[in-house]
């Protein structure tokens, strides 16, 4: 049960006593004592409700919990900061190798509001003000903006945009890996002529390993889109189909059989995810592992589709692995395992604070990139690995902040082991969002005050918090009189992992925002990524970087092939190729 803002009940409390002679003066005082220590206690848990605009303003109820720098931040503190970024600005140099591997990190409603909390939760876990900080990836030497919108939406859905990054082709909301002429939920209007493959296809046919990574079912909006085409994002299980379609388009099959039975899916080396339930007919929950409340179904058509995939590997002759859990990850030869099915929950992976607290056997998101990468970088041709921190996403559209901003941290972790475990002179790694969400940041909340916690005070002497959501279940307003009033609520409550936060307008779910979302990358060709693009620039950005898909023959002329030897490279370069790596750990 999600902890709501609490809303005030105002208590009182009388006593009566018998006045006797014989009081002596230390049992009145210790009952004075008694008296105010118990109303100092009621006035640090109650929560008045809205006063009235009558009534004289009170003064605050909280103290907001600031960090502090230790830094003198005169002029030549701000001059000297300047410097020093021109100096990094400068030496960056263009990176025009071919590259042999491209990892995609993907926070899903990962939008620049939920960068800078996100930045300043993070410098905050570390006793720091947290606005002069970065995320990892944030000092990236390349940075553009990418349009979000779908053919028929301003604000998009998780499929659409997928389709757009990883195909290179913008489709209608909640359709998945067909273009734009598929009809949302019709299932006669996909043919083979309107399905669009995914990079994952085209570094297959280059000879490339591949993986997907995520922390939310492998058969959900963002992974799917790497090898699914259906008219309906939603379809992820054949007793997601309606009975109608089933009927109609008797050729359509559900999306975790696509992964299973259909190319690209089936030869992909790596997935590791979540979404059991929907792979086999006989999945048993349990406390920390439940079935979707909405959408958890048994399979319909009796397959165990892991048992499937099993034995299409035993018939290849390859080396597999199947895991579900942490411990069975770990057991994993990743040097000598071809291909890896990691599907280790019901559902969704849990988010990374309830996996600490309750020390679950599942990997972490950061755990599952090593794993990956070891796996992938096996391969001399290369690898491409799509990466989603899809969780923040969930988070955000329950309006809790709190976990959003630390899912984004736990995604940050995975892109900064995945850039100590490759080369940046032959891999390419790019980091974005699909879409972004209506939380702000509002308030004018001091330096270095607690993200996560409260602003300031409100016009009717309630505080308020710094994140807010423009929709969402945090809606919780009542009429009083002739006023507005809402929940009081106090400082530990706002920080809590189960505070919803107020939101302007009710939804059962909070919508996306139609923000453009940031775009970092480094390796080669990374300086493609410079300014405004359009969302299906991407997959093209991504494949000329690696002359796969479409660029196979028509690549950029004068490239650094990835086997070039280091005499062929200047001093200058050299020089370069080995302190930035050095300062962006700094």
Known sequence: MKQQQQQHTSSSSSSSSSSSSSSSFSSSLSLVMVVLVVVMVMLSTTTPVSAAPSEKKAPPLFYARRFKSNNLEDQQYWNDLARAELERANSVKQNTNIAKNVILFLGDGMSIPTLTASRIYKGQQHGAGGEEGSLFFENFP?????????????????????????????TN???????????????????????????????????????????????????????????????????????????????????????????????????????????VPNATETEFDPFDEKWGCDREDGQDLVEVWKQQKKAEGVNWAVARTMSD????????????????????????????????????????????????????KGYFLLVEGG??????HDTIAHRALDETMAFDQAIELAYNMTNQ?????????????????????????????????????????????ANGPGYNY???????????????????????????????????????????AVGPMAHLFHTLHEQNYIAHAMANSACMGNYTKNCRS?????????????????????????????
């Open 142 to 170: 390349h940075v553009g903006l990418s349009k979000t919108y779908n053919v028929d939406k301003q604000v998009s859905d998780s499929a659409s945009t997928a389709t757009a990054y990883l195909t290179g082709v913008k």
């Open 425 to 469: 002179k032959d891999t390419l790694i790019v980091v974005t969002a699909d879409h972004a969400h209506t939380m702000s940041i509002s308030g004018y909340p001091s330096r270095g005050q607690e993200i996560v916690g409260l602003a300031a005070l409100g016009d009717d002497d309630l505080p308020y918090t710094t994140l807010m959501y």
């Open 478 to 520: 009542q009429v009083v009189g002739d006023h507005v009033a809402r929940p009081n609520i106090s400082d530990d409550v706002s920080k809590s992992w189960d505070y919803t936060q107020l939101a302007a307008v009710p939804k059962d779910s909070e919508t996306h925002g139609g923000d453009d979302v940031a775009i970092y």
């Open 173 to 279: 909301y909640k359709t998945l890996g067909v273009d734009g002429s598929v009809r949302y939920q019709d299932c006669t209007t996909v043919t083979d002529k309107n399905k669009v493959h995914s990079i994952v296809k085209w570094a297959q046919d280059a000879g490339k390993r591949t993986g997907v990574v995520t922390s939310t079912r492998v058969t959900h909006a963002t992974p799917a889109a790497t090898y699914a085409h259906v008219a309906d994002r939603d379809w992820e299980s054949d007793c997601h189909i309606p009975e109608e379609d089933k009927t109609r388009c008797s050729h359509v099959l559900d999306i975790a059989s696509q992964l299973v039975k259909e190319e690209p899916g089936k030869s992909i080396n790596v997935v590791m995810g979540g979404g059991y339930h929907y792979f």
């Open 329 to 380: 990850l770990r057991q994993v030869d990743t040097t000598n395992t071809e291909f890896l099915l990691g599907l280790f929950a019901n559902d969704h992976l849990q988010y990374e604070y309830f996996k600490r607290n309750n020390a679950l056997d599942v990997p972490t998101l950061a755990e599952m990139t090593q794993a990956a990468i070891h796996m992938l970088q096996q391969e001399d």
């Open 558 to 586: 004068g490239a650094v092939a990835v086997h070039s030897s280091l005499s062929a490279l200047t001093f200058p370069s050299l020089l370069l190729s080995t302190l930035f790596p050095m300062w962006l750990r700094h």
């Open 391 to 396: 969780r923040i996403d969930h988070a955000h």
